[in-house]
């Protein structure tokens, strides 16, 4: 068995595998692992994530993973979010003692940062997701295709400052994109997986540890089994004849043979892996062209003292969306030193930075964080770094799901893998583990010796829980 490509896809597929009983050989063309969810060393020898990464308490495969992994403890989960306007002020959400999907409703009540039109719009629209378990029947048009997001709130009569320092600032963080090019069952179904459906699926979990030491784990789970990781072994191609994959060529010239083989490479890397006339007749791979890519910005700001409390804050109306307080995250090994602080800043669907140099971003955030955080306006910034992460996730555009191939290509004993194929989920990090646990449950079904990995979603509780048809309680892969 062959794995190509070391991101949360590749590695979840591989760890699979190897329990199965499959001796795995995972390739990854980088020093490290991780893909898009990696941490590196700076030459002074910090470690750094290459952006913040969060989960949520609705993330079951990702929680599996983490678990079979030995890595579950490092992820902290925060019961408490907390929101800051430009001012300064802040607002907490949190579950109270109703049941779902009411059990924020008291610290939502209580939300200094919206008023009361806000509030009951929000609330009309809160109610038409749940009372449907997520599935509104006016989601999509007569046409068959889904409206937008921001079509959706405007159907439900958002206020402006609803649609502004509530929609806004949960969607474009978990979706990385703008509401006007969401597909509105992708944003609400976030709000029924994560707020409303259960108690505990809005926590924030949060790594203690720099990404790369999550997946140590994994190595050993392939090594019991016979198996291995090779890092900077890139793959120049698959070796396909009458429609069967019949090896890889290695970028150092070699060539292996598999049994099976996941390529778990990012959508855009897969067609030119391929040989072309295979790219050119088979749809699955020809299409992959029409999931557009999205950005992600990511500021890191060493500052000389302590500037924030908080482990974790989203802004409202403002340019940067998250503030995460690493060293607090971190702990003992936080990169604080000498009573320094580091915080990482995270702005999702960043198109309008792309052209923006590294010092007008650092200047445009260090502006914001003097109204939320007004310890910074006498500290010094000590080191600042931008990272544009232009292809961050693939953008949840309306009618972007008939892109996403299923994890068993056309072409005999090639599986794919990774956040772009089918799952149901957006791009994320629980899509990319989704997607290898299913494909290796397709390559179990070809060998005849079928297994299920797919965790299923958290079952709606309360209310929710008498609203959802039971088929959707117990329903694994798909929204
Ligand atoms: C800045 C940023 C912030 C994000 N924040 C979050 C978040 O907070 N929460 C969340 O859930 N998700 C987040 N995501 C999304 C998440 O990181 C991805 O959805 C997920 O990691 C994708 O995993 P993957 O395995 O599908 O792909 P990737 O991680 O891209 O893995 C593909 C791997 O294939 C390797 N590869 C490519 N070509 C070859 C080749 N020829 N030979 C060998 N190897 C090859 C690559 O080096 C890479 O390691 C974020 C993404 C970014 C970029």
Known sequence: MIVIGG????????????????????????????????????????????????????????????RRVGAADEIRFFDRLLFAAPDGRRGAIESAGLPPPLHLAASF???????????????????????????????STSGGTNITMLAWLQKHRQTDRAIRRFWEVILVSALDEEL???????????????????????????????????????????????GE??????????????GRADGVDREDGSVET?????????????????????????????????????????????FNRTVMSEPFLSLLDSTTQWIFNKTRLYGANGGGEGGGQYLQLVISAAYGLASRSRQEIIALCLEELRGVLPATRDAVLVRGTVVKEMSATFSPAPGSDRWRPAQKSPISGLFLAGDWTATGWPSTMEGAVRSGYLAAEAILSDAGTPRKFLRPDLRPEGLSGLWAPRSKADGGGSF
């Open 229 to 242: 990781v090779r890092l900077r072994a890139g793959v120049r191609g698959f070796l396909v004849a009458d």
């Open 258 to 302: 598999a049994d099976y083989y996941v390529a778990a490479v990012p959508q855009d890397a897969l067609p030119e892996l391929l040989p072309p006339e295979v790219v050119e007749g088979e749809p699955v791979f020809a299409n992959l062209g029409n999931l557009k890519a999205s950005p992600i910005t990511g500021v890191h700001l060493w």
């Open 109 to 139: 009540a209580m939300f200094p940062l919206l008023d009361w039109a806000d509030k009951r719009s929000i609330a009309g629209a809160l109610i038409a997701i749940a009372r449907s378990a997520g599935r509104p029947a006016d989601v």
């Open 180 to 226: 006007a090019r969401i597909d509105a069952q992708y944003g609400i179904d976030v709000f029924w997986k994560a707020f409303l459906s259960t108690r505990g699926g809005y926590r924030v979990g949060v790594p203690r540890v720099p990404l790369g030491e999550l997946y140590e784990g994994c190595r050993r789970a392939l090594a019991r089994r016979g």
């Open 7 to 66: 991101g949360l896809g590749g590695l979840s597929s591989a760890v699979a595998l190897a329990e199965a009983g499959f001796r795995v050989r995972l390739l990854e063309k980088r020093p490290h692992l991780g893909g898009r969810a990696a941490s590196y060393v700076l030459p002074g020898g910090e470690h750094v994530d290459n952006c913040q990464h969060v989960t949520l308490g609705c993330c079951t495969n990702l929680e599996d993973f983490y």
